[in-house]
């Protein structure tokens, strides 16, 4: 049997793409939402945008095909121990956007105010 081993795949334009299977994760990051927000890692995630107190847009480098995509994200931070909470967050009425996700985390625990957690994951899965 042989085994196929590239680095990377390139697109139709000479570009290098991300293989896609469908129900796969098609973006993810991981990035610190304290002060300075700052990605640590990252797959087709061109920025974050830090709106205030834990309200954050995730910004695609490769926008999604169409709005039925699902996000979750999970926080953890220095909050006392208190359970954080991650939902879609609409405040600015945009809706589901194809190039951006807004995530909101809030603290738990009898404090559901807004939190910057230390760390904060977000993975984006469509079909």
């Known amino acids: 049997m042989s085994t196929l081993r590239v680095n990377n795949i390139k697109d139709a334009?000479?570009?290098?793409s991300n293989l896609?299977?469908?129900?796969?994760?098609?973006?993810?990051?991981?990035?610190?939402g304290?002060?300075?927000?700052?990605?640590?890692?990252?797959?087709?995630?061109?920025s974050i945008t830090?709106?205030?107190t834990g309200q954050y847009t995730i910004n695609y480098t490769?926008?999604?095909?169409?709005?039925?995509?699902s996000v979750?994200?999970?926080?953890d931070g220095t909050h006392n121990g208190s359970i954080v909470?991650?939902?879609?967050?609409d405040n600015d009425n945009s809706g589901?956007?194809?190039?951006?996700?807004?995530?909101?985390?809030?603290g738990g625990d009898g404090d559901p105010s807004a939190k910057d957690p230390t760390l904060f994951c977000a993975i984006a899965i469509s079909s």
Do not use: P
């Open 20 to 32: 896609s299977i469908d129900g796969a994760a098609k973006a993810w990051v991981n990035f610190n």
């Open 50 to 52: 830090d709106n205030g």
């Open 96 to 106: 589901i956007q194809t190039a951006n996700t807004r995530m909101e985390c809030r």
């Open 34 to 46: 304290t002060g300075t927000v700052a990605i640590r890692d990252d797959l087709n995630v061109s």
């Open 72 to 75: 979750v994200g999970t926080a």
């Open 13 to 16: 334009s000479g570009g290098t």
């Open 85 to 89: 909470s991650i939902g879609h967050n």
């Open 62 to 69: 490769n926008a999604f095909a169409n709005t039925n995509y």
